[in-house]
C-alpha cells in the first residue's frame, strides 16, 4: 500500500482566510481523492482529483470554495477558501489501491477556524 | 445513493471481552472496507472484504454480499482497540466513490 503523508496536521485559522492542505504520495497513483470529516460525524468525499483534468466534485461542494490541484501523479493540494467556523473538519486525502474500489488515506489534516 | 448503516452506534466493553460490529448497506457493492479510526484521526485499513471471510489476529470480517451485510469481530480486546470503526462501501460499477457509514464507537476499558 502507498505512503501517503499531509501537510499540514492541523491549523486554527481566522475565518476569512484560506488554507492549502498537502497531500504527498510515495508512489505514482492514477486517482486521488479528498474526504471531509465534521466533528463527530462520518466521511464525506469532497471530490476525485485526477493528474491533467479538473477535479470532479461531489454534490454540495464547489470549486470556488475547494480548489484542488494535481499537477503530478504523487501531489495534490485542497484549498480550504473564505473559511467559516463550519469548515473545521479533518480533512484527508486518500488514494486508490490495487484491488476494485479499495482506497487508502492519509493520516489527516484537523483545521480549526475562529 | 447507497446506504450504510452501521451498529451499534456506541459500545464500552472490558479488556478482554469479545465484540460483533455490524454493517448493513442498502444496495449490491463492488466493494467493502473495514477502518479503524484512532483517537489522532487516522483511518487505518483493517480490511478489504467485498465477500466471504478474512481473519488478522484478534480480528475478522465476513461479508455475506447477497443479504447485503458485513460483520466485524473483534476478540479479546484492549484498551488500543479504542476508537471509532467505519464500514465503507463501493455501490456503482465503475465508481470510486467510498460511501461511508457512521461509525461505531469502541471504548475498552482496562
Known amino acids: 500500500s502507498a505512503v501517503i503523508s499531509q501537510k499540514p496536521s492541523r491549523d486554527i485559522c481566522q475565518r476569512g482566510t484560506s488554507l492549502t492542505i498537502q497531500c504527498q504520495v510515495d508512489s505514482q497513483v492514477t486517482m486521488m481523492f479528498w474526504y471531509r470529516q465534521q466533528p463527530g460525524q462520518s466521511l464525506t468525499l469532497i471530490a476525485t482529483a485526477n493528474q491533467g483534468s479538473e477535479a470532479t466534485y461531489e454534490s454540495g461542494f464547489v470549486i470556488d470554495k475547494f480548489p484542488i490541484s494535481r499537477p503530478n501523479l504523487t501531489f495534490s493540494t485542497l484549498t480550504v477558501s473564505n473559511m467559516s467556523p463550519e469548515d473545521s473538519s479533518i480533512y484527508l486525502c486518500?488514494?486508490?489501491?490495487?484491488?476494485?474500489?479499495?482506497?487508502?488515506f492519509g493520516p489527516g489534516t484537523r483545521l480549526t477556524v475562529t | 445513493g447507497i446506504q450504510v448503516e452501521q451498529s451499534p452506534p456506541d459500545l464500552i466493553l472490558q479488556e478482554g471481552a469479545n465484540s460483533t460490529l455490524r454493517c448493513n448497506f442498502s444496495d449490491s457493492v463492488n466493494n467493502l472496507q473495514w477502518f479503524h479510526q484512532n483517537p489522532w484521526g487516522q483511518l487505518i485499513n483493517l480490511f478489504y472484504i467485498p465477500s466471504g471471510t478474512k481473519q488478522n489476529g484478534r480480528l475478522s470480517a465476513t461479508t455475506v454480499a447477497t443479504e447485503r451485510y458485513s460483520l466485524l469481530y473483534i476478540s479479546s480486546s484492549q484498551t488500543t482497540d479504542s476508537g471509532v470503526y467505519f464500514c465503507a462501501v463501493v455501490g456503482r460499477a465503475g465508481s470510486y466513490q467510498l460511501t461511508f457509514g457512521k461509525g461505531t464507537k469502541l471504548s475498552v476499558i482496562p
Open positions: 486518500s488514494v486508490k489501491g490495487d484491488r476494485v474500489g479499495e482506497q487508502y
